[in-house]
């Protein structure tokens, strides 16, 4: 398998993660961090605007590991690799998002 198939299962779980937050806070009504605020990523975009964006990355996500899902031999490789973008996306997004709403109530 390609090197590159690798960095696109961890990709995958970098966009999968990252999905979550902005698409859960939108449904549930909540206005959230988004890069479209003001400031980019601090301030609060609306929750129709966190919804679509949380299904666009969640939509890359699925994407990626629709055409580069891991199989054969090195599936357990690739799943892994998906485990840790998922992980150091989950750990970066929770540290960035406690400090940025923790100044921000």
């Known amino acids: 398998m390609p090197w590159y198939f690798y960095a696109l299962e961890f ?3 970098l966009f999968l ?7 859960v ?3 549930s009504g909540h206005r959230f961090q988004s890069p479209f605020a003001s ?8 929750p129709l605007s966190n919804a679509l964006w949380g299904f666009a990355n969640l939509a890359v996500g699925f994407g990626l590991l629709w055409f580069f899902k891991p199989q054969g031999p090195e599936a357990v490789v690739g799943w892994i690799l998906v485990g840790m973008g998922v992980l150091l996306a989950a750990v970066w ?8 709403r923790s100044k921000h109530p």
Do not use: A, C, I, M
Request: net charge neutral; no cysteine.
């Open 11 to 13: 990709v995958s779980g």
């Open 17 to 23: 993660t990252n999905g979550v937050p902005h698409f």
């Open 25 to 27: 806070q939108g449904v």
């Open 39 to 46: 400031p980019p990523g601090v301030g609060e975009s609306s």
């Open 93 to 100: 997004l929770s540290t960035y998002f406690g400090k940025v």
